[in-house]
């Protein structure tokens, strides 16, 4: 069964976010979907300061079976990406909500309309397992 | 719902993640593919490899029949256990399967072919066995093992009965045991990671068995992400995309393979294969070490002086770490530089020699 923590909000396309009071939001993908795409090997973050559109690509999570996209929940600013993630991908696989985080960004929208709470993924999870 | 192997139990009570794999529910691994290819790499790890196709070809005329169907040479065959490994082709010159032969005796060889082929392979088979009156015999009934890495021939001999033992021991690389008095035992010192270690086709029963042993032994089960990873770096084509019908073994890397001799031996696509030889080979398959960071994957575009190629397997090699791959390029291109478009840049690559990594030790420089 995946960890789902209760604090976070989340995406049809497996993104987890941790909104923060100042505005800003801490980005990475669920334990589900580390889970699906197994062993990381290697993570593209974005640079800071780009400006993103909520659903654009902004980073690529390859793990040995394939590349996927990881899209940015909320349109905002890059304030940082997980350069850490270059040397250890591994990371995203052994602690996703945690030091497997892939970017921070200044929100440009602080209504996070569209997001799922951690009931509203686990129901998701479930009736795409289905 | 899938086909299952006799040990498909097995394999999700041991943590195997189920995919489908050919019409079959397969382990992909078992947690961690990475983890997984370093056994094989450093000590031994165990396949369950029931899904392939295993047929006994018996009859007179077998021989024949393998000098005609196979576009390796059958009479560098002689003797009993030796392996060869060889293309079957269409009269196009088109590679219908790769598969490995079995000598057993002059009215008996046994033909190990791929899993997701086996229909029109078992097709072909029949049509061009007729005339030779061999009998094609798949034998689905057996189930398949292999056991990989430095310290996998031990722990396999350690299990089996006496006799065998005594004969799987003295066995050389490419040769296999038919052992038929304690219920048909097939061990053959062959394998698809670059690894020694055993093949073994053996009944459903027995192999269920000597899985557990194994694994109270400690061997690793290996599912078939690490699988493809090892054999990549072995340097050892995949069929279906290193080379297939719409490609020929002179573009595939497999030249090698290709019995010309005797020149009145004529086998099936022979013609074809002339042909091609004598206007030139467009394209030759080339193994990629990328430089940077990122992964080379399948259709990727690779970018040489003499004209634009294309990836046909391509991952992560956790014993370089770094992106390995095999790719098809016009003929023409010389020297070890290219490029590869990954999502949208060019990236700098080098082609190298084959294998990546042998009996556990990288052989290309990084």
């Not at chain 2, 290996?222 to 020929?248: F, H, K, P, Q, W």
């Amino acid at each position: 069964m995946s960890n789902i923590p209760a604090d976070l909000k989340y995406t049809r396309s497996h993104e987890w976010l941790r909104l923060n009071t100042d505005g800003t939001a801490v980005i990475g993908i669920t334990d589900h979907a580390q889970d699906q795409l197994g062993d990381m090997v290697y993570v593209e973050v974005p640079d800071t300061g780009r400006s993103l559109a909520a659903g654009e690509a902004c980073a690529v999570v390859e793990s040995v079976k394939a590349a996927s996209d990881v899209y940015a929940p909320l349109a905002g600013e890059v304030l940082e990406g997980n350069a850490s993630l270059a040397d250890a991908p591994e990371a995203v696989n052994q602690d996703p909500y945690g030091s497997g985080w892939l970017l921070k960004l200044k929100l440009s929208d602080d209504n996070p309309a569209g997001l799922m709470d951690a009931a509203a993924y686990t129901a998701f999870l479930a009736s795409e397992e289905q | 719902m899938g086909q299952r192997t006799p040990l498909y139990d097995r394999h999700v009570r041991m943590g195997g993640k189920i995919i489908d794999f050919a019409g079959w529910e397969m382990p992909i691994h078992y947690g961690s593919q990475i983890e997984e290819h370093h056994a094989v790499r450093r000590a031994a790890g165990m396949f369950d490899v029931s899904h392939m196709t295993v047929v006994d070809l018996t009859g007179d005329r077998a021989r024949a029949f393998l000098r005609k169907l196979l576009a390796n040479n059958i009479d560098r065959v002689q003797a009993p256990g030796k392996a060869l490994y060889s293309c079957m082709l269409d009269e196009q010159g088109g590679v219908i399967d790769d598969v490995i032969v079995y000598f057993v005796r002059e009215d008996f060889f046994r033909l190990v072919a791929n899993a997701g082929t086996r229909d029109k392979d078992l097709a072909w088979l029949r049509q061009q066995a007729r005339p030779f009156d061999v009998d094609v015999r798949p034998r689905p009934e057996l189930a398949m093992i292999a056991v990989q890495g430095p310290t996998a021939r031990g722990l396999v001999l350690d299990l089996l009965e006496t006799n065998l033992r005594t004969t799987a021991a003295l066995l050389e690389p490419f040769f296999a045991v038919l052992e038929a008095e304690n219920g048909e035992w097939f061990v053959s010192r062959t394998g698809y990671t670059g690894e020694d270690g055993f093949e073994i086709i053996l009944p459903v029963a027995d192999a269920v068995q000597l899985w557990d042993r194994l694994a109270e032994r400690g061997v690793r089960p290996i599912g078939l992400g690490a699988r493809d990873t090892l054999r990549l770096e072995a340097g050892m084509n995949l069929y279906g995309s290193d080379m297939s019908e719409a490609t020929t073994p002179l573009e595939s890397g497999l030249g090698w393979t290709v019995g010309w001799e005797p020149p009145d031996r004529d086998f099936i696509g022979r013609a074809a294969l002339e042909k091609q030889r004598a206007a030139g080979v467009p394209a030759k398959l080339v193994a990629l070490v990328l430089e940077g960071k990122g992964v080379l994957r399948n259709h990727q575009t690779v970018m040489t002086a003499a004209g634009a190629g294309e990836i046909t397997s391509g991952s992560f090699s956790p014993t370089l770490g770094r992106s390995i791959a095999r790719a098809r390029i016009p003929a023409a291109a010389t020297g070890e530089r290219c490029e590869v478009e990954i999502r949208g840049r060019l990236e700098p690559a080098r082609i190298v020699k084959l294998p990546f990594v042998r009996r556990g030790e990288i052989m290309v420089s990084l």
